[in-house]
């Protein structure tokens, strides 16, 4: 006849083992985050980076999804930007602002859904990577735009300055043409 001590061990054996199986043959959460697409594709230090990328999770939902990023490979700096989260489509958004050419950019993304998850895309520690170029200057667009109307004004006064110089040399019609008052005098004047 089992006592009440070997009952309680007896109860006590069964739920951790029936604890344990639950445990084992739980579906776990796996969240996607998906290769990342810039947009530009290629940056100019005036752009705005957006980074988009595509993120699900097969048993929960996304909480949110953070982009982080550096300019200095990771050596004293980095900043991290909230991502906007569209549940339909499953795609996160964040900007990077727009920095100085010659800049090196790296950045990775992390996902956390409500079980709570933290899952994160590096590219395999890699980093996702971009470089900001130079942007064309309005200013040097103004600057060539100015050197074009220049050039055309000065042809255009060299145009009329040649067919002046061209024209004919005569006497002016000032010269041809007397005065009534000359003229009335010269009638008084005869005798």
């Not at 061990?9 to 959460?29: K, R």
């Not at 930007?81 to 569209?86: E, F, K, P, R």
């Amino acid at each position: 006849m089992p006592t009440k001590r070997s009952l309680s061990i007896l109860v006590l054996t069964l739920a951790l083992a029936i604890g344990s199986v639950a445990i084992v043959h739980a579906p776990t959460s796996v969240t996607t985050i998906r290769t990342p697409v810039i947009s530009p594709a290629s940056p100019t230090s005036s752009d705005i980076v957006t980074v988009a990328s595509n993120v699900t999770s097969s048993r929960s939902t996304i909480k949110n999804v953070t982009i982080t990023y550096t300019t200095d490979i990771w050596k004293s700096s980095n900043i991290t930007v909230v991502a906007t989260y569209n549940s339909t489509s499953t795609t996160a958004k964040g900007q990077i602002p727009a920095l100085a050419p010659g800049t090196h950019v790296e950045y990775y993304i992390t996902a956390f859904d409500n079980i709570p998850t933290k899952t994160v895309n590096d590219n395999s520690g890699n980093y996702f990577i971009y470089n900001v170029s130079a942007s064309t200057s309005l200013t040097s667009i103004s600057t060539i735009t100015y050197i074009l109307v220049g050039v055309a004004i000065a042809a255009a006064v060299a145009t009329v300055a040649i067919k002046i110089l061209k024209a004919p040399q005569g006497k002016s019609k000032r010269a041809k043409s007397t005065s009534t008052q000359d003229q009335d005098w010269n009638r008084n004047s005869s005798p």
